[in-house]
Protein backbone atom coordinates (compact mmCIF):
# COMPACT_ATOMS: atom_id res chain seq x y z
CA UNK A 1 0.00 0.00 0.00
CA UNK A 2 2.56 2.88 0.73
CA UNK A 3 4.15 2.29 -2.54
CA UNK A 4 1.03 2.87 -4.43
CA UNK A 5 0.64 6.26 -2.10
CA UNK A 6 4.41 7.48 -2.92
CA UNK A 7 3.16 7.40 -6.79
CA UNK A 8 0.46 9.15 -6.56
CA UNK A 9 2.74 11.90 -4.72
CA UNK A 10 4.86 11.79 -7.60
CA UNK A 11 2.25 12.29 -10.23
CA UNK A 12 0.55 15.18 -8.68
CA UNK A 13 4.00 16.95 -7.93
CA UNK A 14 5.03 16.95 -11.42
CA UNK A 15 1.73 18.72 -12.35
CA UNK A 16 2.10 22.66 -12.33
CA UNK A 17 0.87 23.80 -8.76
CA UNK A 18 -0.58 26.95 -9.50
CA UNK A 19 -1.66 29.21 -13.34
CA UNK A 20 1.23 31.35 -12.67
CA UNK A 21 3.99 28.62 -13.29
CA UNK A 22 2.74 27.85 -16.43
CA UNK A 23 4.75 28.95 -19.39
CA UNK A 24 3.16 31.71 -21.91
CA UNK A 25 4.36 31.42 -25.25
CA UNK A 26 3.67 34.44 -27.79
CA UNK A 27 3.41 33.14 -31.68
CA UNK A 28 4.35 35.95 -33.95
CA UNK A 29 1.68 36.51 -36.85
CA UNK A 30 4.11 36.53 -39.58
CA UNK A 31 4.16 39.47 -42.16
CA UNK A 32 0.83 41.23 -41.77
CA UNK A 33 1.50 43.56 -44.82
CA UNK A 34 2.16 40.42 -46.80
CA UNK A 35 -1.38 39.11 -45.90
CA UNK A 36 -2.93 42.49 -46.59
CA UNK A 37 -1.30 42.44 -50.21
CA UNK A 38 -2.59 38.93 -50.48
CA UNK A 39 -6.49 40.05 -49.84
CA UNK A 40 -6.09 43.01 -52.43
CA UNK A 41 -4.71 41.05 -54.96
CA UNK A 42 -7.85 38.40 -54.08
CA UNK A 43 -9.90 42.11 -54.34
CA UNK A 44 -8.22 42.65 -57.85
CA UNK A 45 -8.79 39.42 -58.99
CA UNK A 46 -12.43 39.37 -58.02
CA UNK A 47 -12.12 36.04 -55.56
CA UNK A 48 -14.60 35.84 -52.35
CA UNK A 49 -16.06 39.07 -53.41
CA UNK A 50 -19.14 39.28 -50.82
CA UNK A 51 -20.41 42.76 -51.09
CA UNK A 52 -21.74 45.46 -54.05
CA UNK A 53 -21.57 48.50 -53.47
CA UNK A 54 -23.63 51.25 -56.30
CA UNK A 55 -22.10 54.98 -57.31
CA UNK A 56 -23.80 56.92 -59.79
CA UNK A 57 -24.86 53.29 -61.60
CA UNK A 58 -20.84 51.79 -61.25
CA UNK A 59 -21.29 48.13 -59.23
CA UNK A 60 -17.75 48.08 -57.10
CA UNK A 61 -16.72 44.41 -55.50
CA UNK A 62 -15.64 44.34 -52.50
CA UNK A 63 -14.83 42.57 -49.29
CA UNK A 64 -17.36 43.86 -46.39
CA UNK A 65 -14.68 43.24 -43.82
CA UNK A 66 -12.05 45.46 -45.63
CA UNK A 67 -15.12 48.18 -46.52
CA UNK A 68 -16.16 47.96 -42.69
CA UNK A 69 -12.36 47.87 -41.06
CA UNK A 70 -12.13 51.13 -43.54
CA UNK A 71 -14.88 52.72 -43.20
CA UNK A 72 -17.49 53.40 -39.49
CA UNK A 73 -20.41 54.25 -42.30
CA UNK A 74 -20.44 50.87 -44.37
CA UNK A 75 -19.54 49.12 -40.81
CA UNK A 76 -22.73 50.45 -39.44
CA UNK A 77 -24.94 49.66 -43.03
CA UNK A 78 -23.46 46.33 -43.27
CA UNK A 79 -24.08 45.33 -39.80
CA UNK A 80 -26.54 46.77 -37.63
CA UNK A 81 -29.69 44.84 -39.72
CA UNK A 82 -31.15 47.25 -42.33
CA UNK A 83 -31.58 46.02 -45.76
CA UNK A 84 -28.07 46.18 -46.52
CA UNK A 85 -26.90 43.76 -44.05
CA UNK A 86 -28.96 40.80 -45.31
CA UNK A 87 -28.51 42.13 -49.60
CA UNK A 88 -25.15 42.85 -48.98
CA UNK A 89 -25.74 45.72 -51.46
CA UNK A 90 -25.32 49.32 -50.46
CA UNK A 91 -26.48 52.01 -52.56
CA UNK A 92 -24.45 55.47 -52.24
CA UNK A 93 -26.09 58.66 -53.65
CA UNK A 94 -24.75 61.95 -54.53
CA UNK A 95 -21.17 60.75 -54.66
CA UNK A 96 -18.63 60.60 -57.82
CA UNK A 97 -18.32 56.92 -58.48
CA UNK A 98 -13.90 58.40 -59.80
CA UNK A 99 -14.44 59.40 -56.50
CA UNK A 100 -15.62 56.02 -54.64
CA UNK A 101 -13.14 54.52 -56.78
CA UNK A 102 -10.28 56.43 -55.47
CA UNK A 103 -11.54 55.62 -51.62
CA UNK A 104 -11.89 52.00 -52.16
CA UNK A 105 -8.56 51.68 -54.09
CA UNK A 106 -6.97 53.68 -50.74
CA UNK A 107 -8.79 51.02 -48.49
CA UNK A 108 -7.18 48.07 -50.14
CA UNK A 109 -3.76 49.40 -51.51
CA UNK A 110 -2.95 52.34 -48.45
CA UNK A 111 -2.49 54.91 -51.04
CA UNK A 112 -3.80 56.55 -54.53
CA UNK A 113 -2.97 58.94 -57.05
CA UNK A 114 -5.59 61.29 -57.28
CA UNK A 115 -5.32 64.57 -59.48
CA UNK A 116 -5.50 68.07 -57.67
CA UNK A 117 -9.17 69.40 -58.45
CA UNK A 118 -10.61 66.05 -56.88
CA UNK A 119 -9.02 66.46 -54.00
CA UNK A 120 -12.12 68.25 -52.78
CA UNK A 121 -14.11 65.55 -53.79
CA UNK A 122 -12.22 63.15 -52.15
CA UNK A 123 -12.25 64.48 -48.56
CA UNK A 124 -16.03 64.87 -48.83
CA UNK A 125 -16.36 61.23 -49.78
CA UNK A 126 -13.68 60.45 -46.55
CA UNK A 127 -15.50 62.43 -44.19
CA UNK A 128 -19.18 61.46 -45.39
CA UNK A 129 -17.59 57.65 -45.41
CA UNK A 130 -16.14 58.22 -41.91
CA UNK A 131 -12.69 57.49 -42.74
CA UNK A 132 -10.28 59.53 -40.52
CA UNK A 133 -6.92 58.11 -42.16
CA UNK A 134 -8.34 59.30 -45.58
CA UNK A 135 -10.18 62.29 -44.09
CA UNK A 136 -6.78 63.91 -42.47
CA UNK A 137 -4.57 62.57 -45.44
CA UNK A 138 -6.88 65.03 -47.81
CA UNK A 139 -6.40 67.79 -45.41
CA UNK A 140 -2.82 67.71 -45.21
CA UNK A 141 -2.65 67.81 -48.82
CA UNK A 142 -5.15 70.69 -49.34
CA UNK A 143 -2.96 72.64 -46.28
CA UNK A 144 0.44 72.00 -47.83
CA UNK A 145 -0.95 72.78 -51.62
CA UNK A 146 -3.61 75.60 -50.55
CA UNK A 147 -3.79 78.70 -53.61
CA UNK A 148 -5.41 81.62 -53.26
CA UNK A 149 -7.86 81.21 -56.08
CA UNK A 150 -9.17 78.43 -54.18
CA UNK A 151 -9.14 79.27 -50.39
CA UNK A 152 -12.48 80.63 -49.99
CA UNK A 153 -13.90 77.29 -51.33
CA UNK A 154 -11.52 75.30 -48.72
CA UNK A 155 -12.67 77.48 -46.40
CA UNK A 156 -16.60 76.48 -46.72
CA UNK A 157 -15.13 73.17 -47.06
CA UNK A 158 -13.22 73.03 -43.61
CA UNK A 159 -16.39 74.68 -41.99
CA UNK A 160 -18.69 72.20 -43.21
CA UNK A 161 -16.82 69.17 -41.89
CA UNK A 162 -15.87 70.72 -38.51
CA UNK A 163 -12.31 70.79 -39.69
CA UNK A 164 -10.67 73.99 -37.83
CA UNK A 165 -7.19 73.64 -38.98
CA UNK A 166 -8.48 73.73 -42.76
CA UNK A 167 -10.50 76.92 -41.70
CA UNK A 168 -7.75 78.96 -40.27
CA UNK A 169 -4.92 77.89 -43.07
CA UNK A 170 -7.87 79.03 -45.57
CA UNK A 171 -8.09 82.25 -44.00
CA UNK A 172 -4.73 82.85 -43.46
CA UNK A 173 -3.78 82.36 -47.42
CA UNK A 174 -7.24 84.94 -48.02
CA UNK A 175 -5.68 87.70 -45.85
CA UNK A 176 -2.15 86.91 -47.32
CA UNK A 177 -3.81 87.70 -51.26
CA UNK A 178 -6.56 89.59 -50.43
CA UNK A 179 -6.91 91.59 -53.54
CA UNK A 180 -6.49 88.03 -55.97
CA UNK A 181 -8.84 86.69 -53.50
CA UNK A 182 -11.68 89.59 -54.22
CA UNK A 183 -11.76 88.84 -58.02
CA UNK A 184 -12.77 85.33 -57.82
CA UNK A 185 -16.61 84.40 -58.36
CA UNK A 186 -16.07 82.50 -55.45
CA UNK A 187 -15.74 85.99 -53.22
CA UNK A 188 -19.01 87.38 -54.12
CA UNK A 189 -20.48 83.89 -52.66
CA UNK A 190 -18.85 85.08 -48.89
CA UNK A 191 -21.52 85.26 -46.47
CA UNK A 192 -21.69 88.84 -44.84
CA UNK A 193 -20.58 87.48 -41.56
CA UNK A 194 -17.34 85.61 -42.80
CA UNK A 195 -16.41 89.16 -45.04
CA UNK A 196 -16.80 90.93 -41.89
CA UNK A 197 -14.63 88.68 -39.87
CA UNK A 198 -12.00 88.99 -42.61
CA UNK A 199 -12.46 92.82 -42.76
CA UNK A 200 -11.53 93.35 -38.95
CA UNK A 201 -8.09 91.16 -39.29
CA UNK A 202 -5.12 93.18 -39.11
CA UNK A 203 -3.40 90.46 -41.26
CA UNK A 204 -5.09 91.11 -44.25
CA UNK A 205 -1.42 91.76 -46.62
CA UNK A 206 -2.76 94.86 -49.40
CA UNK A 207 -0.79 97.56 -50.63
CA UNK A 208 -3.16 100.24 -49.38
CA UNK A 209 -6.78 100.68 -47.62
CA UNK A 210 -8.30 101.36 -50.82
CA UNK A 211 -8.31 97.60 -51.79
CA UNK A 212 -10.15 96.77 -48.59
CA UNK A 213 -13.00 99.52 -49.89
CA UNK A 214 -12.77 98.39 -53.33
CA UNK A 215 -12.90 94.39 -52.39
CA UNK A 216 -16.14 95.60 -50.18
CA UNK A 217 -17.49 97.66 -53.34
CA UNK A 218 -17.22 94.61 -55.33
CA UNK A 219 -18.90 92.26 -52.94
CA UNK A 220 -21.55 94.34 -52.45
CA UNK A 221 -22.65 95.26 -56.08
CA UNK A 222 -22.84 91.18 -56.52
CA UNK A 223 -25.39 90.42 -53.91
CA UNK A 224 -28.59 89.57 -54.69
CA UNK A 225 -30.75 90.02 -52.26
CA UNK A 226 -28.49 92.67 -51.27
CA UNK A 227 -27.83 92.82 -47.57
CA UNK A 228 -29.73 94.35 -44.82
CA UNK A 229 -28.80 98.32 -43.45
CA UNK A 230 -27.47 96.63 -40.08
CA UNK A 231 -24.98 93.73 -41.73
CA UNK A 232 -23.86 96.56 -44.52
CA UNK A 233 -23.36 99.25 -41.13
CA UNK A 234 -21.46 96.18 -39.60
CA UNK A 235 -19.15 95.72 -43.57
CA UNK A 236 -18.49 99.67 -43.53
CA UNK A 237 -17.30 100.06 -39.51
CA UNK A 238 -14.25 97.84 -40.55
CA UNK A 239 -13.07 99.46 -43.18
CA UNK A 240 -10.05 102.16 -42.01
CA UNK A 241 -10.91 105.48 -43.14
CA UNK A 242 -8.31 107.03 -41.77
CA UNK A 243 -6.03 105.48 -43.88
CA UNK A 244 -7.67 106.59 -46.87
CA UNK A 245 -6.31 109.54 -49.13
CA UNK A 246 -8.10 112.34 -49.25
CA UNK A 247 -8.63 111.79 -53.45
CA UNK A 248 -9.83 108.34 -52.71
CA UNK A 249 -12.60 109.47 -50.55
CA UNK A 250 -13.98 112.49 -52.20
CA UNK A 251 -14.07 110.79 -55.68
CA UNK A 252 -14.16 107.18 -55.33
CA UNK A 253 -16.18 106.84 -51.98
CA UNK A 254 -18.21 109.97 -52.00
CA UNK A 255 -19.59 108.36 -55.20
CA UNK A 256 -19.76 104.78 -54.17
CA UNK A 257 -23.54 103.61 -53.71
CA UNK A 258 -22.13 101.50 -50.43
CA UNK A 259 -24.08 104.75 -48.31
CA UNK A 260 -27.67 104.07 -48.64
CA UNK A 261 -28.22 105.87 -45.70
CA UNK A 262 -27.06 108.54 -43.37
CA UNK A 263 -26.26 105.94 -40.84
CA UNK A 264 -23.91 104.43 -43.02
CA UNK A 265 -22.20 107.96 -43.95
CA UNK A 266 -22.22 108.93 -40.42
CA UNK A 267 -19.84 105.42 -39.91
CA UNK A 268 -17.47 106.99 -42.15
CA UNK A 269 -17.46 110.66 -40.70
CA UNK A 270 -17.39 109.25 -36.93
CA UNK A 271 -14.13 107.17 -38.30
CA UNK A 272 -12.60 110.25 -39.34
CA UNK A 273 -13.32 112.24 -36.39
CA UNK A 274 -12.25 109.86 -34.44
CA UNK A 275 -8.75 109.61 -36.26
CA UNK A 276 -8.69 113.75 -35.92
CA UNK A 277 -8.88 114.18 -32.46
CA UNK A 278 -8.16 110.83 -30.62
CA UNK A 279 -6.19 108.37 -32.38
CA UNK A 280 -5.11 106.63 -35.42
CA UNK A 281 -6.67 103.27 -36.71
CA UNK A 282 -3.89 100.57 -37.16
CA UNK A 283 -2.06 99.68 -40.73
CA UNK A 284 -2.84 96.63 -41.70
CA UNK A 285 -0.04 94.02 -43.14
CA UNK A 286 1.89 95.41 -45.95
CA UNK A 287 -0.02 98.83 -45.82
CA UNK A 288 2.19 102.14 -45.19
CA UNK A 289 1.01 104.35 -42.13
CA UNK A 290 -1.12 107.06 -44.11
CA UNK A 291 -3.58 108.96 -42.27
CA UNK A 292 -5.62 111.76 -43.83
CA UNK A 293 -5.28 113.91 -41.00
CA UNK A 294 -1.48 115.27 -39.95
CA UNK A 295 -2.95 116.82 -36.61
CA UNK A 296 -5.64 118.00 -35.11
CA UNK A 297 -5.14 121.52 -37.01
CA UNK A 298 -4.53 120.22 -40.32
CA UNK A 299 -6.82 122.77 -42.60
CA UNK A 300 -7.46 120.72 -45.02
CA UNK A 301 -8.28 117.62 -42.83
CA UNK A 302 -11.04 119.66 -41.52
CA UNK A 303 -12.77 121.15 -44.65
CA UNK A 304 -12.75 117.47 -45.94
CA UNK A 305 -14.46 116.24 -42.37
CA UNK A 306 -16.86 119.36 -43.27
CA UNK A 307 -17.74 117.89 -46.87
CA UNK A 308 -18.38 114.31 -45.59
CA UNK A 309 -20.59 115.17 -42.55
CA UNK A 310 -22.52 117.46 -45.61
CA UNK A 311 -22.44 113.98 -47.42
CA UNK A 312 -24.30 111.92 -43.96
CA UNK A 313 -26.80 115.06 -43.86
Known amino acids: MPP ?10 AEPSSA ?3 ARLTIPCGDVAFRWAELTKMWREGTFLDCVVVVEGREFKAHRIVLAASSAF ?4 FSVGLAETTSARLVLEDLGASTFEALLTWCYDGEVAIDEDRLHDLLRAAAR ?3 PPLLEACENLLVAHLAPNEALVVWELGDQHTLPRLVEAAKAAVAAAFAEVAATDAFARLPA ?9 DHIVVKSEQEVFLGLQQ ?5 DPKPSDEALGRLL ?13 TGTVNSSRLFATAEHAMIMAAALQQALFRSKPRARRGCGVACVFS ?4 TNGIELYGQLMQLAM
Open 4 to 13: RKRARDACRD
Open 20 to 22: AQR
Open 74 to 77: MKSA
Open 129 to 131: LQV
Open 193 to 201: AWLEELLQS
Open 219 to 223: WHAAQ
Open 237 to 249: GCVRWALLDEAFL
Open 295 to 298: SAFD
